[in-house]
């Protein structure tokens, strides 16, 4: 049943939706409960001090590193556990390039397993160190992207990695599912006799970390449409599966996939679906006062509430036309950069991560927050425009993210200049975790890869993230604390 205009109208007036809760229109405001940046007098957020909000906040100013990768508050260390062109597959061949997407599992005798996106496009000749073709576990044979599963020994003193699936094409982020599985997910709209591939692109697949034999064959998950897939979620109570869609011109758009009547979660389920199983379906927003939401960029406080209906997809496999061009003006709300997602608090943390001229309104990342029962989205944090991205001391370009056993956020930038994790509070206050010092340009010109990946061990003490470029996968260790 969907959510009419003047049902939401009504419930506004009694929930103060479209009220901006804390915060002012340069950074504002909460997630997972609250989750805000304390605006400086340029309206951005500082990584200056200690954090946000007093001097007990976070873990202390961040130390540059002499050997030149990661800066880390006094008391953390590093430990590299992958890295492109050094270490190496069990296979032999090096580990591919472009980390992205990661999800971390519980494996045997007390290791972590991850599995690993590789972020790389087009044809394999364009990369160094694409995924390795391993017998059975291609998907296209001229694509260069794919996953690797990583192996963390119990006390981190061993390392081994091997392919889950090759021959995908540039897989951005993902999601975990309550199952236990990885959804890898392609950016990008290739089809068969594009930029080389042999087959079409633009797909979710299915990657077991703990049966190898599951992922022999892989299969597309076409039931959840063909476009720049970004990252997933699973409702686990009722069985959706949200997306993100990464694209421009015009913006992507936020996903719902409903499974049919009968079906039931599990591991392998998915490749079991009919190419149109279930309703894939795109928002249509909403607020307060009843008028149509075009953008989610034309929210500009936070704790604004936009109502959601939920409009068919024509065609899921695009066959002809992309589907974010399967819709007219006015039939459903767009948002620029979506990016990565997380389930919890029983909704959907949402990112977009910028927003420029191509959107009603310009900023530098806002997370949001579906919540499936009241079928609303709430704006939670809200980035200012950064005048000055080449300085530290301010964020943006929020991108992966994940929920913090330790409360809040921790946030992954991927946006200009200099780039950082950072956490945010559940009452509003951001702190610098992590700053990537390794320069992959020059003295006079610096350039700085984006982080991805950002998620803890299941256990909680080990934080990991990804460098890009080249392709470096961390554990952060130190001595994490509740940030109230």
Known sequence: MSLSRRDFARRSAYTGAGFALVGSAGV???????????????????????????????YGPLIADPKGILALPKGFRYKIITRTGETKLESGESTPSNHDGTATF????????????????GPRGNWPHPVPLTEGLVYDPAASGGCTVVEVAKHGDHVTEWVGIAGTSTNCAGGRTPWGTWLTCEETEDKAGTNGMTKDHGYVFEVDPHDRRANRD?????????????????????????????ASGPNGLLYRWVPPRGFEHGRGKLDTL?????????????????????DLSRATKTGTVYGVDWEPVPDRDAKSVSVRKQFKDGEITRARKLEGMWWADGG?????????????????????????????????????????????????????ITVSPYGGLVIAEDGE????LFGATEDGRTYPIARNDLNIGSAEEPEFS??????????????????????????????WRRQR
Not at 220 to 243: F, M, N, Q, S
Not at 274 to 294: H, I, R, T
Not at 455 to 477: C, E, H, K, R, W
Request: hydrophobic share 35%; proline share 7%; glycine share 14%.
């Open 348 to 400: 959907a943390y949402i990112v977009s991560s910028f927003a420029r001229e191509e959107s009603p309104v310009q900023h530098d990342g806002q997370v949001w927050f579906y919540d499936p029962k009241r079928r609303t989205l709430t704006l939670k944090m809200l980035l200012g425009v950064n005048p000055d991205p080449s300085k530290d001391g301010a964020f943006d370009g929020p991108d992966n």
């Open 218 to 246: 892989p299969k597309p998950i076409k039931a959840l449409g063909r476009y720049a897939h970004e990252a997933v979620v699973v409702d686990p109570g009722r069985g959706h599966l949200y997306l993100t869609e990464d």
């Open 106 to 121: 519980e494996g045997s005798r007390g290791a972590t397993l991850l599995v690993n996106n590789h972020e790389l496009g």
């Open 450 to 479: 984006e982080f991805t990946g950002v998620v803890f061990s299941p256990d909680g003490s080990t934080l990991y993230a990804n460098i890009q470029v080249p392709g470096i996968m961390l554990a952060i260790t130190g001595p």
């Open 28 to 58: 504002l405001a909460t997630a997972p409960g609250a989750l805000a940046a304390e605006a400086t007098e340029e309206g951005v957020a500082s990584t200056e001090g200690h954090g946000h909000g007093g001097s007990s906040l976070g």
């Open 274 to 294: 009919e190419d149109d199983a279930g309703v894939l379906q795109a928002p249509k927003c909403y607020d307060s006062g009843g008028n149509f939401v075009d």
């Open 417 to 420: 200049g200099v780039q950082h």
